[in-house]
């Protein structure tokens, strides 16, 4: 079993979000944090943009942290998430700008989803939002904030969990790209795609087949939401369909920790 770049666990954290998505430090702050938290490579993995890299290499050629270009990808399968985490790309730039049009599509999508609010007597305007987002792109944490500082409901899980949700009376179906399209836009920047976070597709027979049907490069097998259970499963997964592991906290805010997954051993037990 090979990490990717042949990092040594407990030294990295290659999934994590800035304010150029829906996390909460900007990237040069984020780089600072984990520099202070003892990391010595890190990936920022922003939702379908690259926004943030250049900023974040900057700083990590400054502090002496190295900084992997990435991205997270949305995709759909199957009526389930699919998220795909692309590292190393040579040509990030023009990914990023590939996914220009899937960033537009957030922005009309949360104008779709703040109406629906509207109509459950909840109105938020797309400032109250960008209040959250900055100029960073727009995602449902940011509506969900706005909808908890209007007093509309208590915290932003219960926003997503009765509103946001997959089904829910305020949820708008995103742009959508199939694994292997996304697969291919990461492929064509010169980089490997990597299946992020398995356990949340909640049916492991489907990460199989995506596995075995589609190119990915490697697998998410540590991260946050993952048990030491998890973690031998999909192992064992990555060393069937020879691919690389890697592994991140998926850090968006001081609630989750840098590195978190560092506690589940490199072997089998």
């Not at 944090?33 to 922003?46: P, V």
């Not at 040509?91 to 990023?96: Q, V």
Request: charged share 30%; with cysteine.
């Amino acid at each position: 079993m090979r990490i990717i770049n042949d990092l040594e666990l407990g030294t990295f954290d290659l999934h994590m979000h800035t304010t150029a998505s829906d996390g909460v430090y900007a990237p040069k702050d984020l780089v600072r944090k984990a520099k202070e938290t003892g990391l010595k490579t890190i990936a920022i993995t922003d939702h379908d943009t690259l926004a943030g890299v250049e900023e974040a290499q900057q700083a990590g050629m400054e502090l002496g942290l190295q900084v992997l270009p990435g991205v997270e990808i949305s995709t759909k399968y199957k009526g389930k998430n699919v998220d795909i985490l692309g590292y190393n790309m040579s040509d990030w730039r023009n990914l990023h700008d590939k996914l220009a049009a899937f960033r537009d599509d957030r922005e009309a999508r949360a104008l779709q989803i703040i109406q629906r609010f509207a109509e459950l007597h909840m109105p938020i305007t797309l400032e109250d939002v960008k209040e959250f987002s900055g100029e960073g792109v727009i995602a449902r944490p940011h509506i969900a904030k706005a909808i908890v500082k209007k007093g509309y409901v208590s915290d932003v899980q219960t926003v997503f969990d009765k509103y946001l949700a997959d089904g829910g009376p305020a949820a708008v179906d995103k742009k959508i790209l199939s694994p292997q399209e996304g697969i291919d836009l990461i492929h064509e920047a010169g980089g490997y795609a990597v299946m992020a976070h398995p356990v949340l597709i909640d049916n492991d027979n489907l990460v199989r087949e995506l596995l075995a049907g589609c190119s990915f490069d490697g697998l998410e097998v540590w991260h946050r939401k993952h048990d030491k259970q998890d973690v031998k499963r999909y192992k064992q997964m990555a060393e069937k369909y020879e691919l690389l592991v890697t592994g991140g906290s998926d850090f968006h805010d001081d609630q989750h920790d840098l590195g978190s997954f560092q506690n589940y051993p490199i072997g089998n037990n």
